[in-house]
């Protein structure tokens, strides 16, 4: 398969019949390369040759979607920029991908870049970042496609570096994995800026399935387009999963359209699970991946002798972080002396780090030899996560190694602590991290967001953790907040959460 020319398939394969929803706009997939093809030569007429770096400024729309093909077929290095960024952060990362041309909104374009064009009849503005720079340009790394900077929740934000060959290998892996086919519907409610979404512009387009645009995710809008465009299939991150069940809840009916429900980057409440099955009428797959990874590592897809199994027992499974995909190879691993590492007991109780590898890894970081260095010690690449594997392959996630919470000597995964939590009937989210303490090296606190507001005293909350897993581990505080803070990519960003409380002071965990 090449990812290069995956629209053009499209547009042979299904040359008639709607491609793209967005707003009142409908496309098919010939309109959609006609306007990859003129994209694609303003991005040459604004300077962009085949290995330069081309940054996209675009919320959730089509044009974006020919914004991919584009910089695919001419073999240009698509940059997507996070429109939560602030405009230094922005600069920070166009500096150092060393970006050739911005294109996308024309507004969000000319703040960054005055030589912009002033019409922009298409919908688009392409403008060059380097005027006067010196004619010789830094070469891309061979076959090189997408260039992701990783939301920087501990330092700088790194620049992972995806290949064509990774994105067509997780397009055959999903395919096949989710049984995607052209009578599928796709819903970009999630950023397409981020992979969270941007996998499956490929994915839908290399099966000519259907794609439907939602520029920023509201539960109403998403629940009316879901149902008016007969949606099959989307990824929410968890609070978009939240409100869409509330809203279904609200108007006391399912989105019969919807056969799979795909949800990531958070942990997952068991009840939750049974609750998109009960409400939605879908069935519902964790996801877990990263960046670094194209991004999908694995999928909590139940084989058919646990599809026999109670509900309950179903939902369990289907919270867990799942089995490796198709071409990925997945081991939990503890070190074993001398820089080696060894793989932890296959019991489910062990815990290890996730390493991974396989043909939808990146090759590593750009302009950034040591990180890269770091990540692929010893041939696998290192992910950072930790957790648990049993014996049927299966992985569950207990926490980032960074978020581990270490109080009084004993090890705290946050992970735990928030299935906790959000096992109360008045808790829709929670947090946990970690916090300075004088007698105890850290504490555990927890930020929580209440169903309603005032539905639950703080010491109730923490009573109800008491009554379920061991002191240590249970919040010493608790704050209720209306919204969790959440990265461009719509994780929780606990760097913000613990940040009032250790500023000023060097953290260490032993």
Same mark, same amino acid.
């Given at each position: 398969?090449?990812?290069?020319?995956?629209?053009?398939?499209?547009?042979?394969?299904?040359?008639?019949?709607?491609?793209?929803?967005?707003?009142?706009?409908?496309?098919?997939?010939?309109?959609?390369?006609?306007?990859?093809?003129?994209?694609?030569?303003?991005?040459?007429?604004?300077?962009?040759?085949?290995?330069?770096?081309?940054?996209?400024?675009?919320?959730?729309?089509?044009?974006?979607?020919?914004?991919?093909?584009?910089?695919?077929?001419?073999?240009?290095?698509?940059?997507?920029?996070?429109?939560?960024?602030?405009?230094?952060?922005?600069?920070?990362?166009?500096?150092?991908?060393?970006?050739?041309?911005?294109?996308?909104?024309?507004?969000?374009?000319?703040?960054?870049?005055?030589?912009?064009?002033?019409?922009?009849?298409?919908?688009?503005?392409?403008?060059?970042?380097?005027?006067?720079?010196?004619?010789?340009?830094?070469?891309?790394?061979?076959?090189?496609?997408?260039?992701?900077?990783?939301?920087?929740?501990?330092?700088?934000?790194?620049?992972?570096?995806?290949?064509?060959?990774?994105?067509?290998?997780?397009?055959?892996?999903?395919?096949?994995?989710?049984?995607?086919?052209?009578?599928?519907?796709?819903?970009?409610?999630?950023?397409?800026?981020?992979?969270?979404?941007?996998?499956?512009?490929?994915?839908?387009?290399?099966?000519?399935?259907?794609?439907?645009?939602?520029?920023?995710?509201?539960?109403?809008?998403?629940?009316?387009?879901?149902?008016?465009?007969?949606?099959?299939?989307?990824?929410?991150?968890?609070?978009?999963?939240?409100?869409?069940?509330?809203?279904?809840?609200?108007?006391?009916?399912?989105?019969?359209?919807?056969?799979?429900?795909?949800?990531?980057?958070?942990?997952?409440?068991?009840?939750?699970?049974?609750?998109?099955?009960?409400?939605?009428?879908?069935?519902? =797959?964790? #996801?877990? %991946?990263? $960046?670094?990874? @194209?991004?999908?590592?694995?999928?909590?897809?139940?084989?058919? /002798? +646990?599809? !026999?199994?109670?509900?309950?027992?179903?939902?369990?499974?289907?919270?867990?972080?799942?089995?490796?995909?198709?071409?990925?190879?997945?081991?939990?691993?503890?070190?074993?002396?001398?820089?080696?590492?060894?793989?932890?007991?296959?019991?489910?109780?062990?815990?290890?780090?996730?390493?991974?590898?396989?043909?939808?890894?990146?090759?590593?970081?750009?302009?950034?030899?040591?990180?890269?260095?770091?990540?692929?010690?010893?041939?696998?690449?290192?992910?950072?996560?930790?957790?648990?594997?049993?014996?049927?392959?299966?992985?569950?996630?207990?926490?980032?190694?960074?978020?581990? =919470?270490? #109080?009084? %000597?004993? $090890?705290?995964? @946050?992970?735990?602590?928030?299935?906790?939590?959000?096992?109360? /009937? +008045?808790? !829709?989210?929670?947090?946990?991290?970690?916090?300075?303490?004088?007698?105890?090296?850290?504490?555990?606190?927890?930020?929580?967001?209440?169903?309603?507001?005032?539905?639950?005293?703080?010491?109730?909350?923490?009573?109800?953790?008491?009554?379920?897993?061991?002191?240590?581990?249970?919040?010493?505080?608790?704050?209720?907040?209306?919204?969790?803070?959440?990265?461009?990519?719509?994780?929780?960003?606990?760097?913000?959460?613990?940040?009032?409380?250790?500023?000023?002071?060097?953290?260490?965990?032993?």
């Amino acid at each position: 398969m090449d990812a290069r020319t995956l629209l053009a398939s499209a547009a042979r394969l299904r040359p008639r019949g709607t491609a793209a929803f967005c707003g009142p706009r409908r496309l098919t997939y010939p309109d959609l390369l006609g306007q990859a093809a003129r994209l694609a030569d303003d991005l040459e007429s604004a300077g962009a040759r085949p290995g330069d770096r081309v940054a996209a400024l675009f919320a959730n729309c089509h044009l974006y979607l020919a914004c991919y093909a584009a910089a695919l077929e001419r073999g240009l290095v698509l940059l997507p920029i996070n429109l939560k960024q602030s405009p230094s952060e922005t600069r920070a990362i166009l500096e150092h991908a060393g970006a050739r041309v911005l294109v996308g909104d024309p507004a969000l374009v000319r703040s960054l870049a005055p030589a912009a064009p002033a019409t922009a009849p298409e919908g688009w503005a392409a403008a060059p970042l380097q005027e006067g720079a010196p004619t010789r340009r830094e070469e891309a790394p061979a076959g090189a496609a997408h260039l992701y900077y990783t939301s920087g929740t501990t330092a700088r934000p790194k620049g992972v570096i995806l290949t064509r060959e990774n994105l067509a290998a997780h397009v055959e892996m999903t395919i096949a994995e989710l049984s995607f086919s052209a009578r599928d519907v796709w819903l970009h409610a999630a950023p397409m800026f981020h992979l969270a979404d941007a996998w499956a512009i490929l994915t839908v387009t290399a099966v000519a399935g259907t794609h439907v645009f939602l520029p920023r995710f509201d539960a109403a809008e998403a629940f009316d387009l879901i149902d008016s465009t007969q949606v099959t299939v989307t990824n929410l991150v968890p609070v978009m999963l939240q409100d869409l069940l509330a809203e279904a809840e609200r108007r006391s009916r399912g989105l019969p359209s919807l056969r799979l429900l795909l949800s990531g980057g958070a942990p997952i409440a068991p009840r939750t699970v049974a609750r998109v099955a009960a409400i939605l009428g879908c069935e519902y =797959v964790q #996801t877990y %991946g990263l $960046t670094e990874t @194209s991004p999908f590592l694995t999928f909590s897809i139940l084989d058919e /002798a +646990a599809r !026999r199994l109670p509900p309950a027992e179903q939902a369990r499974l289907r919270a867990r972080t799942g089995r490796a995909a198709r071409g990925v190879e997945l081991r939990v691993v503890r070190p074993s002396g001398s820089g080696a590492f060894e793989d932890v007991p296959a019991d489910d109780a062990a815990v290890g780090e996730v390493v991974v590898r396989g043909a939808t890894v990146t090759p590593g970081y750009w302009r950034d030899e040591a990180a890269t260095r770091e990540a692929f010690r010893g041939g696998w690449f290192h992910t950072g996560d930790l957790g648990t594997i049993d014996g049927h392959g299966s992985l569950n996630l207990v926490d980032r190694a960074k978020d581990v =919470v270490i #109080t009084g %000597g004993e $090890t705290v995964y @946050s992970t735990e602590v928030e299935h906790v939590l959000c096992e109360h /009937a +008045a808790v !829709r989210e929670a947090a946990v991290f970690g916090v300075p303490d004088e007698r105890w090296g850290e504490a555990v606190r927890a930020a929580v967001v209440p169903r309603e507001p005032g539905a639950v005293p703080v010491e109730d909350l923490i009573a109800f953790c008491r009554e379920r897993i061991a002191h240590y581990k249970c919040p010493r505080a608790i704050d209720l907040v209306g919204a969790l803070p959440r990265t461009g990519s719509g994780k929780v960003d606990k760097k913000a959460l613990r940040e009032p409380f250790w500023r000023g002071r060097t953290r260490r965990i032993n």
